[in-house]
């Protein structure tokens, strides 16, 4: 399994990025895709994440921290997760990471099994 992030980059106060994660090598129907942050010195924490398994649809997952500002999305057909951030704060830059799993483990980092390379934002 492969995880490939894009999108990072430099962005002023108020701004917005979209981050891309590919995925490769992954065939499971039912997978948990997150969105993880590291700043320096600060404990890895999540910023977003959905399960595709349910019949009744995804569940999303997204922490107060961050509510009304970032979006998680996917698309199945192109195995990629996008993380929309608008109205970017100083405090959201970090490296970020995306994870995957074959269950439901929200934001519960630690769980996750799979994880890409990450990609820098810096507001």
């Known amino acids: 399994v492969q995880l490939v992030e894009s999108g990072g980059g430099s962005v002023q106060a108020g701004g917005s990025l979209k981050l891309s994660c590919a995925a490769s090598g992954y065939t499971y129907s039912r997978n948990c895709m997150g969105w993880f942050r590291q700043a320096p010195g600060k404990e890895r924490e999540g910023v977003a994440a959905?399960?595709?398994?349910?019949?009744?649809?995804?569940?999303?997952y997204v922490p107060d921290t961050v509510k009304g500002r970032f979006t998680i999305s996917q698309d199945r057909a192109k195995n990629t997760v996008y993380l929309k951030m608008n109205n970017l704060k100083p405090e959201d830059s970090a490296m970020y990471y995306c994870?995957?799993?074959?269950?439901?483990?929200?934001?519960?980092?630690?769980?996750?099994?799979?994880w890409g390379q990450g990609t820098q934002v810096t507001v």
């Open positions: 994870a995957a799993d074959r269950y439901n483990l929200g934001l519960a980092w630690r769980g996750y099994s799979y």
């Open positions: 959905i399960y595709t398994g349910y019949t009744s649809g995804d569940i999303t």
